[in-house]
């Protein structure tokens, strides 16, 4: 089944306020003797700060020097995710004295490092949130490189998408096929591969009939659903925000829809927790049936309360989502060819990240939000 099913339904992103990111800074570095050589336009974080401080200033830099391994790839879109907020505020530690963030973007590649063999000049490619692993350790030998102690990630330890330019080992890209969008493909390559994984994690095998839950309903949620209800099974979404998150559940299919800590109607197989809310969890217990499972689908989660050991009792658990594999990706946007999965997106220009992220951090995006590179 060809990818060209991908749908896409794409809102363009209103104008704000100009921040330090901005198209006055990108049409100045265009002017006629503007521009240096051999350099590229991202929006960067020398520290971490409240993305309403416009933390993300966009410069003018270096093209990346490539390794052998590496390819160079012209960014088309970026999409973002709660991860990339994290970065940006701080939740997630810096690990560099600066950073561009950003790790699900589309592109085409413009140069192959001297060893790579396996991608070809102007092919398409993805780059996912997993950068680089070891290779070598016992989790890499043993089919978990998502757990790798040496593993760099894209946008965090390893520069990312919110740029024109981006260099990524070859060996953890991933081909795209001509016939499919740029602003439908790149939510999928975290967004959607996290929650792959994450109902992977559920534990369910027979999915006919089977009750999932999610809890948040954004980027990840919108596509989980797809996958979900793919395979058969009854979904079941507690979200806050009725005019976007609410609604958009209802129109993909929801079995129910309701308040963020709503009980639903029916006792649940496995739910997800895609809001970084730690406070949802006793509810999201409540909600299971014996012996299901609760997986965190985030990075992040603010801290989570403590709760009577009769939620978890009769062998309810509760597990995290660690990053993903390279074949959780390849096998997911299989899948997702096959099921027709579309995304639902608002698109906004490189200049608008610092706007792009404001509008994550207060629920303001309908699906998933992704910056265009012009």
């Not at 949620?221 to 793919?230: F, L, S």
Request: charge should be neutral; aromatic fraction near 6%.
């Amino acid at each position: 089944m060809s990818l060209r099913h991908f749908l896409v339904g794409v809102e363009r992103g209103q104008r704000q306020p100009t921040l330090p990111c901005d198209r006055a800074h990108i049409e100045a570095l265009n002017t006629p003797g503007g521009r240096i050589s051999s350099a590229m336009q991202a929006c960067v974080l020398s520290a971490p700060a409240e993305v309403t401080t416009q933390p993300l200033q966009l410069r003018e830099m270096p093209s990346p020097v490539l390794a052998a391994d590496e390819v160079r790839i012209a960014v088309s879109a970026c999409a973002i995710c709660r991860t990339d907020l994290h970065v940006v505020e701080g939740e997630l530690p810096a690990r560099r004295s600066r950073v561009i963030p950003g790790h699900q973007m589309v592109g085409r590649v413009t140069e192959l490092g001297a060893d790579v063999t396996q991608l070809s000049l102007g092919q398409r490619v993805g780059v996912a949130w997993l950068h680089r692993t070891c290779g070598v350790c016992r989790f890499c030998r043993s089919g978990r490189e998502n757990l790798c102690e040496s593993a760099d990630f894209t946008g965090w330890t390893a520069d990312g998408g919110f740029a024109t330019e981006i260099k990524a080992p070859a060996g953890f890209t991933y081909p795209m096929p001509d016939d499919l969008s740029d602003l439908a493909a790149a939510p999928l390559l975290c967004a959607g591969i996290i929650g792959y994984r994450a109902l992977k994690l559920t534990g369910i095998t027979s999915w006919a009939g089977a009750r999932i839950g999610l809890y948040g309903f954004g980027a990840a949620g919108h596509i989980a659903i797809q996958i979900a209800r793919g395979r058969g099974a009854e979904v079941y979404v507690c979200t806050r925000d009725r005019e976007r998150h609410q609604a958009l559940a209802a129109e993909l299919g929801a079995a129910w829809v309701g308040g963020t800590v709503a009980p639903p109607p029916v006792r649940l197989d496995a739910a997800i927790i895609f809001a970084p809310a730690g406070e949802i969890v006793p509810p999201a217990l409540a909600a299971l049936d014996p012996g299901g499972t609760l997986v965190l689908g985030g990075i992040h989660m603010s801290p989570i309360p403590s709760f009577p050991y009769e939620l978890i009792y009769r062998e309810r658990a509760v597990r995290s989502v660690a990053n993903n594999t390279r074949a959780d990706g390849r096998e997911f946007l299989a899948e997702a060819a096959r099921l027709h999965v579309h995304t639902h997106v608002q698109s906004f220009a490189l200049a608008e990240a610092n706007q792009a992220l404001i509008a994550l951090k207060h629920d303001a995006i309908r699906g998933a939000g992704v910056l265009v590179i012009d």
